[in-house]
């Protein structure tokens, strides 16, 4: 059919054509198009724009893109343009398919090359073609939204040709759910090529997630706000032509508003007689806001479609029942007409100019105006909506479609009992769940009305879909919606089955504590397992939660008597998993509550086990598996940490678990800034950031963002990570544990700062909340080492001092090497201290921090450690650190370490005596020429090409150079050939750990 259609599709046919299309004037918006042309001029420099268009209807939003669409194309830019679709809101990520579907389908059209494996599979999930099935989410690792969302991010740095992108998304205010998740994402992670980011809507209707997320543009972005306004007088003479009198004109001006379509079609009323344009603009005053048609535009759209026969007009529904834009192949079949009539009806069609060429495919149609489809829509027969919506999914299913695709045509098709089509929603949520959760939702919520009203039994389709339904409701973040439909899954349960219900409640008690309930979390399990007999281990999962639940609580002793039942009954049946579970309870809650001996044992025990078990029998232990790993980085095991981490991560991820992926992304970005990878540790933490957003877990997103600036505040400049840190205090909502670790970030950052009063002050705030709050905590000695350092720099030794002793008791009172650590150095910044005695406390510390792994931190100490070497005049001792440090900052990217070696680096170069001056004496000619040109960072080799001789002799002078000068090494001749002392860059203040 689709030969036929190239052969007989004739949009130019003046004999099957009544009226020559125009496209409609652009007046009076010469600002918009000059902003907007700022916006391409901007993107042409490099820099992004997001321009946010809105208007009425009718106000020319879509036809100001065109126009800028075609400025951009002119200039060189990459254009994609999508509209999303009043009636075609259940399809995932709709108007990014519309935008770029053409591009993946034409060759070479988006640069695959550019796109690994993985995100051209993820791409797949949402570009899959009508005419294939959905690939195998199975075989897709990483399914989380943001993944997703990046691969799209990828694909668009992947269609610029150079000159940058232009992405049009239309229609705005009727996105599908997975767009208007994508459109945040967009608008805080910029892609890397320059693009201009133009989002039309009607404000009125735009739903409250839409317009929220334009405040949430990053810096990234340039910004622009269009809102549209009527056109003027002139501007309406023009669009009514002068064929109509004044009086005419002013009539019908006064009836449209202003507005460019009203006025449009009220012009087109003009060659109809007086008395209907009398009435026409009788009619449109009573109406401007579009949000239903007025009269007038419903009199001149009737009278277009008046002239249709009634097969041409079938054609018509047939295209309003496929979509906009709709594929003409399947017309014939929806329409139930043979194919010739609908190949000539279609003619018609595009010669009255009822429906187009789509402008982002050659093989899709469109629609004139969405309000055209609109009221075609409306004047289809009921019944006849839902048997074409029928044929139409037939047509998909034979041509191979997916349930994704066919779902929203099955929703308006199926009826009540229909078990195929509740079996096929199922599918299509299944396949969306991870990416669309919402829309997974509504197809499970359709699926559910389907299902007969009678008993449903366990057995019964219907306590499958709500719980699948409960799944789709947590991964949107409705975690209260989640709570609800597993109580309404329960209540199916009869009595008889209860061993069905144990999985559910443990569900239902996790997500109650995930909202921080913790109380309504306890009754619902104590309640469940009041009524279970106490030598049951069916209940294993409700005492696991149970337990987690109390050692939330501090209750410790309660959590490990709800442990000692769990572990009694697994040991009868070799349960592993619950073992493991245990452990990792048990070490989490002893690292609470400062019991360090018990923190390493647990954490020994529950990794031998995990360790021993395959990623199957883990799957139903993650949330354990993340207590696991959080103790470790307690405990200072960070390798053990991340290793864990990184395999929940995955299992997560296979298994569609995202409910503890924050978690456990949160614990793979502090164990990895712990050993010094940077980039990764970011990677991770904005990756939580992302899942706490889809989740609305706004502690989780505080801690993450806290993650991120620790992180960026080594790499970088403290100056970039201080605004992210002090979102991320904000954002945390209680003053709980997360809290504590995000204000000791800031703490931090603080110190670099130099704004130290703020840094004591935020360690004494969590210090504090921890000592109201009852348990030591692991890391307590860190925080109070932040403080001594912070005393003692603003020049108060008897505070610094303090901090210093209760840095020592803390670490004391957990005895871990990193903890020793922090306390030797915190003693060490204490002013007055016997500098020999500060170098013996600060190789103690750098050698405690290196013993965990801490690298970075370590290298922190060593520079600290050189200050005192050097304050005693152990300067080759001092180079020395300072040259790790400054390895191991240019290996580890660690650039505002690096940045502060380098000015040690010159400081203790200019303690050295000068060799510059004595070099003539001692040295001959040509040993000084050679001396000077090592000292400029010349090879050996280099040296030799220079002066004309072998590298053997280079080296042999060298030899004798060192000797002379008294130095050992080339470092330290530079030194001596460098600047002299007196340069402001020699004078930067010491650096402080």
């Not at 343009?81 to 108007?95: H, K, L, M, T």
Request: glycine fraction near 8%.
């Amino acid at each position: 059919m689709a030969d036929g259609l190239s052969r007989r599709f004739r949009p130019h046919d003046a004999a099957s054509r009544p009226r020559q299309r125009q496209v409609p004037p652009l007046l009076e918006r010469d600002s918009e198009v000059a902003r907007l042309r700022a916006a391409l001029d901007a993107c042409a420099e490099g820099r992004s724009t997001v321009v946010e268009i809105i208007g009425d209807p009718g106000l020319g939003k879509t036809r100001l893109l065109t126009e800028i669409a075609s400025v951009a194309r002119d200039s060189g830019l990459t254009v994609l343009s999508g509209r999303a679709s009043e009636y075609e809101q259940e399809r995932p990520f709709a108007v990014v398919v519309d935008a770029l579907r053409g591009r993946l389908e034409s060759p070479g059209g988006c640069g695959e090359s550019a796109l690994d494996e993985e995100n051209q599979a993820l791409l797949d999930l949402v570009f899959a073609h009508p005419a294939r099935s959905m690939p195998d989410c199975s075989r897709i690792l990483e399914v989380e939204r943001f993944r997703l969302f990046g691969a799209i991010v990828r694909l668009l740095e992947s269609v610029d040709a150079g000159g940058g992108v232009l992405l049009c998304l239309d229609d705005l205010h009727w996105a599908d759910d997975g767009t208007l998740e994508l459109l945040p994402y967009l608008l805080r992670n910029p892609p890397a090529t320059p693009v201009v980011l133009a989002c039309a809507y009607r404000p009125r209707q735009a739903r409250p997630r839409l317009t929220a997320c334009f405040p949430q543009t990053v810096d990234g972005y340039r910004t622009d706000h269009l809102r549209l306004a009527p056109l003027g007088r002139r501007a309406g003479d023009v669009i009514l032509g002068a064929g109509s009198s004044p009086e005419e004109r002013d009539r019908l001006y006064a009836a449209s508003g202003g507005n460019p379509l009203y006025l449009e079609v009220l012009a087109r009323l003009t060659a109809g007689t007086a008395t209907d344009s009398a009435r026409a603009g009788s009619a449109a005053r009573g109406d401007g806001r579009f949000v239903d048609l007025p009269a007038s535009l419903r009199a001149a759209l009737v009278r277009e479609l008046a002239l249709l026969d009634q097969h041409q007009f079938l054609v018509l529904q047939a295209a309003a029942v496929l979509g906009d834009p709709f594929d003409p192949d399947l017309l014939a079949t929806v329409a139930d007409v043979a194919p010739e009539p609908t190949l000539e009806a279609l003619d018609v069609l595009a010669g009255m100019d009822l429906v187009r060429r789509s402008g982002r495919s050659d093989r899709m149609l469109q629609f004139r105006h969405p309000l055209l489809r609109r009221l075609v829509s409306e004047e289809v027969p009921p019944g006849w909506w839902m048997s074409a919506h029928g044929r139409a999914d037939r047509a998909l299913h034979e041509a191979g479609a997916g349930p994704v695709e066919r779902a929203p045509y099955v929703v308006r098709s199926a009826t009540v009992g229909d078990l195929d089509a509740v079996r096929l929603l199922r599918k299509a949520a299944e396949r969306t769940m991870y990416s669309v959760p919402a829309t997974a939702a509504s197809w499970l919520r359709a699926a559910l009305r389907l299902l007969k009203p009678t008993a449903d039994g366990p057995g019964e389709p219907k306590f499958g879909v709500l719980l699948a339904l409960a799944r789709a409701l947590g991964l949107t973040g409705d975690l209260a919606g989640f709570r609800e439909t597993l109580t309404e899954a329960l209540d199916l349960l009869p009595s008889h089955q209860r061993h069905r219900r144990v999985e559910v409640v443990a569900l239902q008690a996790q997500v109650e504590r995930i909202l921080g309930d913790l109380g309504e979390a306890r009754a619902v399990l104590e309640t469940e397992l009041a009524a279970w007999p106490d030598s049951s281990g069916v209940t294993n999962p409700l005492r696991l939660e149970l337990a987690t639940v109390r050692m939330t609580q501090r209750a410790y002793d309660e959590s490990a008597a709800h442990l000692d039942a769990a572990l009694h009954h697994a040991a009868r049946s070799g349960d592993r998993g619950t073992q493991i579970a245990a452990a990792a309870c048990r070490a989490l809650g002893a690292a609470y509550n400062g019991e360090t001996g018990a923190l390493l044992a647990q954490a020994t025990d529950a990794a031998s086990a995990v360790d021993a078990m395959d990623d199957a029998g883990l799957i139903a232990f993650l949330d354990p598996l993340s207590q696991l790993g959080w103790a470790e980085l307690l405990a200072e095991r960070y390798d053990a940490a991340v290793r864990h981490v990184d395999r929940g991560i995955k299992i997560a991820r296979r298994t569609g678990q995202s409910h503890v992926m924050p978690y456990l992304l949160l614990s793979h970005a502090w164990g990895y800034r712990a050993v010094g990878q940077l980039t990764d540790s970011i990677g991770s933490a904005e990756a939580a950031e992302e899942m706490a957003y889809l989740l609305d877990q706004s502690d989780l997103l505080g801690y993450a963002l806290a993650l991120r600036a620790q992180a960026l505040m080594v790499r970088g400049d403290p100056m970039t990570a201080a605004p992210l840190a002090e979102r991320a205090l904000r954002t945390i909502r209680a003053r709980g544990r997360l809290w504590g670790l995000a204000a000791w970030v800031l703490a931090d950052i603080r110190f670099e700062q130099g704004r130290l009063e703020d840094c004591v002050t935020l360690v004494q705030a969590i210090a504090d909340h921890t000592r109201h709050s009852g348990p030591t905590h692991t890391i307590k000695a860190a925080w109070y080492h932040t403080a001594a350092q912070a005393e003692a720099t603003r020049g108060r030794p008897q505070a610094a001092r303090a901090w210093a002793e209760r840095a020592a008791e803390a670490a004391d009172a957990v005895g871990l090497r990193g903890q020793h650590g922090y306390a030797a150095a915190a003693q060490a910044s204490v002013p007055g201290h016997d500098p020999a005695a500060c170098v013996e406390l600060l190789v103690r510390a750098a050698q405690d921090f290196a013993s965990t792994g801490q690298i970075l931190i370590e290298a922190r100490t060593l520079l600290t450690l050189a200050q005192a070497q050097a304050a005693t005049g152990q300067l080759d001792a001092a180079a020395q650190n300072v040259g790790k440090v400054k390895h191991t900052a240019a290996a580890y990217g660690a650039g505002h370490l690096h940045t502060l070696a380098v000015n040690a680096q010159r400081r203790i170069g200019a303690l050295r005596p000068r060799a510059r001056a004595m070099a003539p004496s001692v040295l001959s000619s040509r040993e000084y020429s050679i001396a000077e040109l090592a000292s400029q960072g010349a090879s050996n080799r280099d040296i030799a090409q220079k002066m004309f001789l072998s590298v053997k002799t280079v080296e042999a002078h060298m030899t004798r150079i060192f000797r002379k000068l008294g130095v050992e090494s080339r470092w330290a001749l530079a030194q001596s050939f460098g600047e002299p002392p007196g340069r402001s860059d020699h004078a930067a203040p010491w650096p402080t750990p």
